[in-house]
């Protein structure tokens, strides 16, 4: 009765975060100049989707690890697979708060790296009229 149930969790835990890791992949490519291959105006979208996602599947194991605690570790060791659900449960919570946190950071930085794409759009043009500036100005993040 319970094997397809484990299957299914299993299953559907391992390719959640099997595409938490190939976007991640997708994003964090470079060129050979060191420059990001994906554009940030569309990757927004996407990334800020599977937040939202990432946040519903935790909250959701958060839930069901409380039921879980809830029906006590005596009920879970009666029946082997209940405790086997709750070990799965542990284990994926902490991996999809860290991708969560992994993804929030490349958030940030893509934003960084489009604004100073932004800024320095340009700035080859104007070079050779001011000389007072130096060819490494960046802007100051706060």
């Given at each position: 009765f319970y094997g397809p149930y484990l299957y299914l969790v299993v299953s559907c835990g391992g390719?959640?975060?099997?595409a938490?890791?190939?976007?991640?992949?997708?994003?964090?490519?470079?060129t050979d100049e060191g420059k990001f291959l994906c554009d940030f105006g569309s990757q927004k979208v996407w990334i800020?989707?599977?937040?939202?996602?990432?946040?519903?599947?935790i909250v959701g194991l958060f839930i069901a690890l409380g039921w879980y605690l809830n029906l006590g570790f005596w009920a879970m060791l009666h029946e082997p697979i209940h405790f086997t659900v709750f070990v799965i449960i542990c284990l994926l919570l902490p991996l999809l708060m860290y991708t969560a946190c992994i993804l929030?950071?490349?958030?940030?930085?893509l934003k960084e790296a489009y604004i100073d794409f932004i800024l320095s759009r340009g700035r080859d043009e104007y070079d050779d009229e001011e000389?007072?500036?130096h060819g490494d100005v960046r802007r100051i993040s706060v």
């Open positions: 390719l959640y975060i099997a938490d890791f190939l976007l991640l992949w997708s994003l964090y490519r470079r800020i989707l599977w937040q939202v996602f990432n946040v519903v599947g929030q950071g490349l958030y940030n930085t000389d007072e500036l």
